[in-house]
Structures are given as C-alpha cells and as structure tokens.
C-alpha cells in the first residue's frame, strides 16, 4: 500500500525499553507485510544518534503519523527474520518478559545485527597454477605442501572438502600460494558430498531408538537417555543422515566450546557434507557467515553452542540438544533465555522432531518424559562391549592427606600408569588453594568486594577472586597478628598438579582449567598432545562431559563433599550428573574402568543412592523430594534480583517492588530477602522470588508486575533483572 500519513513501521529497536517505535516510512516508499522482519536505519536520541532495529509491524501511527521522524534506510530486500523464527523470538520475549528489540537483536550476529551487509556466503576451494602442474608432474619432496600438490592435480578442491580430509591444510596451501603454485578462487553449486566413513554396527537398542525417531511426522521430543558411552552420538549421526536424505538442515547444539572442534571432526567424516560451527570462540565475520549461510539455505547441517540456537533453519529437519542438561544452556545475564527450551519451542513451530540427549537428563526433562510428553529412548549399555566402571568409595575420615590426596588415590594412579593406561585426577576447583589463612590467629584473605575468600593461584603468590576478577599479592605478614604462619588451605587444580608431579616425576601431566584453556581451541589441542600416551590429566568440569579417551581407564574424584550439603535446591542432581558425567570417562573402550570417590562422608543417602542405583535411583528420589516441597518441575519460579552500591537503594527498591506487587491466586511472594552471596563486586545484592503451581498464572501476575516495577524511582538506583524459570538461586 502506498504510504500515507498516518501509516507508520513498528520498529523494535536494541535497547532496554518494553516497547516498539513509530517511524515514518522513506518518502515515496510504499510500505507492506513484506518490511515486517527487515532491518532498517533509524535516528534515535538525541543529536545525530541512530540505531538499526527491525521492523516488527505496519499500521496506523498511534495518534497520527504527525511528528514521526522518517526511517533513514531499509537494509533488506527481504525479511531476515521471518516466519517461525520471527514467531519463536516473539515467544522468547513473552515467556522471559524481555524486550523484543534486545531479543530481535540477540538473535542477530555482531555485523548484522550493527547494519552490516550480509556476508558473501560463496564457496571457495584451490587449484593448481600451469606451475603447480608441472611441479606436481616432476619429483619433489615429500611433505604437507607436497602432499596437497599432488592433491589438487587431480582436480580443484572446496575449503570445506579439505576441512575434512585435514584439519592442518592451510598452511600448505599458504605455502603453495606464496610459491605460485595454487590460487585460491570461488566454486560454483553445491558442494559435492566427501566419501562419508561408515559408522558401526547398531546395537539393538541404538537401532530400536533409531526406529522411533523415524516414525510418525512432525513435532516430536524425544529424549535419548543413555548411560555413558552408550553411543547417543551414533543415534544423532543416524538422525541426521536420515535428515540429509530429505534433503532437510539439522541443527545441534552442544554445551561448551571445548566440545565443539571434536563434534565437528566426527560429524564432518561421518556425513560427508560441511558441517559448520557457531559459538563465541569463533571472529564475528565467521559467525555471521555460516548463520547467514543457514538462511540462505546452503548449508545443510550447524554445530553450535547456546547462541546457534537463534541461526535460521528455512528447511529444517532435525533439531539435536546434546548434554540437555547442562547448565550452560541456560544464559545467565542480558536475556536470560534457556537455548533447550527455545530448541523445543522451535521444534514445534517448525513441525520437526527434537532429540534431547544426556546420560543424567535434568529432572524437568525426565519428568515430561515420565509423564508422556516427550518419548523416552533409553541405552542402557556402553557400546563396542565395554563395560562400566567399577566404582570405589575412598573413606578419608582420619587419614593422611597429602595436598587433598590420599594414599590410596596415589596408589591407584601409580598402578594405572604402570600399566602404561592414562588416569584422571579431577577437582572442580581451580587455583592452587580454595583460601589463605592465618594458622595462629584464624585470618582469611577475603575480596574486599565480594563476601568471598580469595583464591590462592600460582603457588601462593598471587590471589584471585572468582567472583569478580579481583586480585591482589599475598601479604607477607597476617594483617591481624602480623603472624608469618600464613598457609593456603585445600587443594585447587594447581595444587594437585603439583602434588602429582612430586610423586609422579616421570608421568606426563597435563592440566585442564579455565587457566590453561584461554585460547582457542585450547583443550582440542590438550588432549591431542595427552594423545594414547601414558600420563595424568587433571582437570575440572571441563572434562567432565564429551571427551573420548580410550586409554583412560582410573577417574579418582577429589571434593566429592563439597556438593553434598550446598543450600540449593538443585544441588543433589548437579553433583549426581557431574559425578556420573566424569567417571563415565573412565573405561570407554576395551580397558576396564576404575572410579575412586574420596569423601569424608561415605555414608552420605545421597553417595549410596547414586552406587547403589546410579542416576535413575538419585533422579527419582529427587523427584520426589521436589514434589513435597513444590519445587521444579512440581512448580514454576521467576527471581527478581537487584543491585546496588549501597544496601538501601537495593532494600528500598525491593521493597518498593513488594509493595507493587498485585497478589494474585496461586502465586506466591517470598521476600525480600539477600541474595546467597550478599555483597559482589561492590554491591549490595538482594532479591525476591515468586512460585506457583501452574505458569500462567505466574505470568500473569509478572505482565502486571512489570510495567509497575519500570515506573519506580526506585527502580533507576539499582541495577535489577527478571529471570523466568531460574536455574540458580544466587
């Protein structure tokens, strides 16, 4: 329709306001359903201050087109973000109360989401120059450059069939190219599908769930719980090579980067097709060229983190959610969206199937698969014949440590490596000590901003807070007693790095923390120096999930106490899951698996409720420890946290909010009250929790809440979020 005055384009733009806005459309444009989606320039604030937002909806201008100011530019030809994808952003917003302007623009890479062209998506491949045919026609000696001549006489290859024959050919093309004997230059169609390796044979219950994933059409979760090792990668190769067929895309997320290079390598050998990846490891231009790549419907399958479940699927087919349970799926600051939940969300709006996959599903997904909901596929047994780990419980009540460890551990490690086999020694607690105290007078070095004692890192020469970065040089004297007797207490990965290497001299020992793993790729590159060779790894939760290492066959856990007596709710089922996650490392191919547990507390209900029964026996109790307290899945919650540099703009805001606050039935208020970590990085935190039996009336009372908590004085003091369906109370 042509434009008129009072036609105006709603606009959402990136900023914190629960609003869309009114603009006029360029002059002589006629405006219709096909803006809706499209990104635009507008000017915004004041001055010369512009932003890109995207279109949201077209219509009558409230109270007239008179004063709009007009649209500056549109940058699409046609929506980027259309159909499903428009409506499951819509959806985010809703469920999370978020604005859709920050929603619309979270879904969008860097580049695009500034108002960046988007990227040329063409393949590229190399080809040999008249001098690189005839060199590769005449002797030469042998070497990578060498090898990917004689390559390339044959016939140009794309980058992404080269990605999959090996990882490292780059530089010998760089080589060849400085050399002139390869180009590099732009392929034309499709790429043509690598000789893809055959998988092995199926087990029957990998066929059985194979099978159910085939029948029927449509929506369909399903949740693939299988022990560790039980071969749940196999069944979603199988998946998407049955989606391939139909010439459908598939989309998988996995919860960590470190996972991703490894997905990558097994899904490109085995489907023979480029498999592209999207997380926050890779540079903006390479993520906003393989999202844009998915949308223009040339790429067939995406491995990605919790940020690749935003990339557009036109032609979708399979929607993969590896490790469901893990906590990263879930983000924890700006729009705190659950990536696993929106996946089903999308799965459902796109009418495909959504294969949710762990060895320890977390309760709110076992329970739907419990009551019908979702289809419940099980693996029972580890593939290929191996059996699982024998599990030993370390009682360490009045015995020696040395450094955290006990001589029985030590015992353990000194056999496994002299049978020439690989042990890991793990310890979710990085650092070199947990807390440095005074042994005369009980001083502890706390952050002077956080109520939390520094971490001792560098074999006691540095402190670090975990909480907000802080750091600070060890004193040389107690500041209270001026005492010299200042000792670092516990044991973090360093520690026990070091303690190993003193007993181990000769081992090969390879640490795996946040520490070690600050470039890219770091913990691919980790674990190919670890190789087949005798050694240690030590290592915290990055280890825990995903990684195959078939000479790995003792995992000794150091701080199994440490989760048994936290005030969190969740806490029983996160130690479960990171307990059975990481011995199931252990014993993943023909060797037998050894798993020590140290503990001072070896009678705990819930350590011989995990031996005795293993995960399934820990999940039901906490089912139903959860459904007499009308906890999740048995309840809904939403937390409204604040902050501030002082503790009553953050008292007096919640309490405004209290006061706001409509009751409503079935819903309940509880607060204000502090949050678990009262004082971080300065502020004074505080927070409210609300919990009811059913979500709507949850988030009715929230649509009314809202409006009222953004009209507070109060509210302009503090710094403070909502946060739908929260995974961590702090």
């Not at 923390?513 to 980790?526: F, L, M």
């Amino acid at each position: 329709m042509p434009s008129t005055p009072d036609t105006a384009l709603r606009i959402a733009l990136p900023v914190p306001l629960p609003r869309a806005f009114d603009y006029r459309p360029p002059a002589g444009m006629d405006v219709d359903a096909g803006w809706i989606g499209c990104r635009v320039r507008v000017p915004f604030g004041r001055g010369d201050g512009e932003q890109v937002g995207v279109v949201v909806g077209v219509g009558p201008a409230e109270g007239g087109g008179d004063g709009l100011k007009p649209v500056l530019e549109r940058l699409d030809a046609a929506p980027l973000l259309g159909g499903e994808l428009f409506e499951s952003l819509r959806w985010l917003a809703g469920y999370y109360h978020a604005p859709l302007g920050e929603v619309l623009a979270t879904a969008l890479p860097g580049p695009i989401r500034a108002g960046q062209p988007l990227p040329e998506t063409a393949r590229h491949g190399w080809a040999l120059t008249p001098a690189g045919l005839a060199a590769a026609a005449a002797p030469g000696r042998d070497g990578k450059p060498r090898r990917l001549l004689l390559q390339l006489a044959e016939r140009p290859l794309g980058e992404d069939l080269l990605d999959q024959q090996a990882e490292d050919w780059r530089a010998a093309a760089r080589a060849l190219a400085e050399r002139g004997l390869a180009e590099r230059l732009v392929l034309a169609g499709r790429p043509e599908p690598a000789p893809a390796l055959p998988g092995p044979p199926l087990m029957p219950a990998q066929a059985q769930a194979l099978a159910a994933l085939r029948e029927g059409e449509g929506f369909r979760p399903c949740l693939l719980e299988g022990v560790t090792g039980s071969g749940k990668t196999e069944v979603y190769l199988q998946a998407i090579a049955d989606c391939l067929a139909a010439g459908r895309q598939a989309l998988v997320l996995v919860p960590e980067i470190g996972l991703t290079p490894q997905a990558l390598a097994r899904f490109r050998s085995r489907l023979g097709v480029p498999v592209l990846a999207y997380h926050s490891g890779l540079a903006d231009g390479e993520r906003a060229r393989a999202w844009t790549a998915m949308l223009r419907g040339e790429a067939r399958v995406l491995v990605g983190t919790r940020s690749a479940v935003f990339c557009p699927l036109p032609e979708a087919g399979l929607i993969v959610v590896d490790e469901e349970h893990d906590g990263s799926y879930k983000q924890q600051d700006g729009i705190r969206y659950h990536a696993r939940d929106l996946a089903l969300v999308r799965a459902s709006k796109l009418g495909v199937p959504v294969l949710l996959g762990s060895a320890t599903p977390s309760l709110e997904t076992l329970h739907n698969a419990l009551s019908g909901r979702y289809r419940h596929l099980r693996l029972g047994q580890r593939a290929g014949g191996a059996r699982p780990p024998a599990v030993r419980v370390v009682d360490i009540r009045k015995r020696p440590l040395r450094n955290g460890l006990s001589e029985d551990l030590l015992e353990a490690v000194g056999r496994c490596l002299a049978r020439g086999e690989q042990a890991l020694v793990f310890k979710n607690r990085r650092g070199y000590a947990p807390v440095l105290i005074c042994h005369d007078c009980g001083w502890s070095a706390h952050c002077k901003r956080c109520d939390a004692a520094m971490t001792v890192h560098a074999g006691g020469r540095r402190l670090i807070c975990h909480h907000c970065g802080a750091r600070a040089t060890p004193p040389n004297a107690c500041p209270d007693c001026a005492s010299l007797a200042l000792q670092p207490q516990g044991a973090g990965t360093e520690r026990i790095e070091e303690a190993l290497a003193e007993r181990f001299p000769e081992a090969l020992m390879i640490r795996v923390d946040r520490e070690t793993t600050r470039r890219r790729d770091a913990i691919e590159k980790h674990l190919a120096d670890f190789g087949d060779r005798s050694g240690i790894l030590v290592g915290t939760q990055m280890l825990a999930k995903g990684h195959d290492l078939p000479r790995l066959t003792l995992v000794a856990v150091v701080g199994v106490d440490e989760g048994l007596f936290s005030a969190d709710f969740r806490a029983g089922e996160k130690l479960a899951q990171l307990l059975i996650q990481v011995a199931g490392r252990a014993g993943r191919a023909q060797l037998p698996g050894e798993v020590l547990l140290q503990t001072h507390h070896p009678e705990h209900p819930l350590l011989n409720t995990l031996l005795a029964g293993g995960y399934p026996a820990v999940a039901a109790l906490q089912l139903a420890e959860r459904e007499v307290a009308q906890f999740p899945p048995y309840a809904h919650l939403a937390l409204l946290r604040a902050e501030a540099p002082t503790e009553g703009d953050m008292q007096g805001f919640l309490r405004e909010a209290r006061e706001a606050f409509v009751a409503r039935e079935g819903v309940q208020l509880n607060g204000p009250m502090p949050a678990p970590m009262a004082r971080r990085a300065g502020k004074a935190r505080g927070q409210i929790l609300l919990d009811a039996a059913q979500r709507a009336p949850l988030h009715a009372a929230l649509h009314d809440w809202l409006p009222k908590l953004q009209a507070l004085k109060s509210a302009r003091r503090v710094r403070w979020s909502l946060d739908v369906d929260p995974t961590d109370l702090y």
